[in-house]
């Protein structure tokens, strides 16, 4: 069964920084690249960006070009998403997410609120 659990999400100020976890088990991890999406209230999901199996590639949308980075480490099964100069914009609920088997996995989400 393949499980997806986000962590560290919270409250931060404007400018701060914070890294989220994806910690997966029930499937190969090292063979599958890892997305993160971000929902924010009353939009629809996007997505970051991915990271290949190996964490050889990434690649981000436009706007996380800049403050975003995503890496992984295949021996802890866990997949990060590190914000830097976090802005109001930023406030959603983030999501690991994993295609196995042609079918799309993913966790429940840690909620990030961006306030002063």
Known sequence: QVHLVESGGGVVQPGGSLRLSCVASGFSFNTYPVSW???APGK???RIGFISNDGGSTA???FANERFTISRDNFV???YLQIFNVQFEDTATYFCNVRV???DYWGQGTQVTVSS
Do not use: G
């Open 101 to 103: 088997s042609q079918r």
């Open 37 to 39: 999406y971000r929902q």
């Open 77 to 79: 099964n866990t997949v």
């Open 60 to 62: 981000y949308a436009n």
């Open 44 to 46: 629809e999901r996007e």
